[in-house]
């Protein structure tokens, strides 16, 4: 109980961050049974203690590149790290990196465009503007080369890409690797345990693939 009431004003300042400070239907939540845990808002509406568990993966051989665990209740800002931990691990340079809307927050988009990586990822729709790939007052040259090249047949053909790798990737660590829900806590012990149904995935998935070379040669 005291870790959690610890770790409270953290919670409040992220929320002030947001500009949702003092919001009576969503107040700063935190766990008693995991205080590290972040309570998040769930598919089905509800909220839960949770872990933001970030994955990179390839396209091509569909291996999962890097791996990383937080506290955040967004995935705003967490596509750096990830691209840092590809090029650690395999010495190459990311050129292109696939994301959902939840990661294509301007900042981010601009951030990579420096870093010589162009995002694929869907701009956002609004009312007063619902043709999202139209450049806008106030853009930067990076946001509207990012609009401009999402609104590609080109562009439109690569994203398909990250769903149809993301979600067969999560499906299998979800249901053939025990990956959820976490029976751990505390963040270093819910890294561990994702980073071993990375493995076994990783494992299973060249296994498989070698296997079937073997029969087919």
């Known amino acids: ?20 400070a003092n919001d009576p ?46 506290t955040a209740g967004s995935d705003q800002g ?39 990586v162009a995002v694929y990822g869907p701009p956002m729709k609004t009312k007063a503007q619902p043709d999202p790939y139209v450049p806008r007052e106030g853009d ?12 590609t047949p080109e562009a439109q053909e690569i994203y398909k890409l990250r769903a149809a790798t993301s979600e067969t990737c999560n499906a299998d660590l979800k249901c053939q690797r025990g990956l959820q829900p976490f029976r751990v806590r505390g963040l270093p012990k819910v890294l561990a345990v994702t980073l071993w149904s990375v493995l076994a995935y990783n494992l299973m998935h060249f296994g498989a693939a070698l296997l079937a070379a073997l029969q087919k040669g």
Do not use: C
């Open 1 to 20: 109980m005291h870790k959690a009431l610890n770790r409270l004003p953290e919670v409040e300042a992220i929320k002030a961050r947001q500009g949702k």
């Open 25 to 70: 239907k969503h107040p700063a939540r935190v766990s008693t049974t995991d205080p590290e845990a972040q309570v998040m808002k769930m598919g089905d509406g509800g909220f839960r203690p949770a872990y933001n568990v970030q994955l990179a993966q390839d396209t091509q051989s569909r291996a999962i590149l890097a791996v990383e665990v937080s």
């Open 78 to 116: 967490l596509d750096q790290p990830l691209r840092e931990q590809v090029e650690k691990r395999t010495g190459g340079k990311v050129q292109e990196h696939l994301v959902d809307g939840g990661y294509t927050k301007h900042e981010a988009v601009e951030d990579a465009a420096a870093q010589g």
């Open 140 to 151: 930067s040259p990076e946001v509207i080369e990012w609009r401009l090249r999402m609104g």
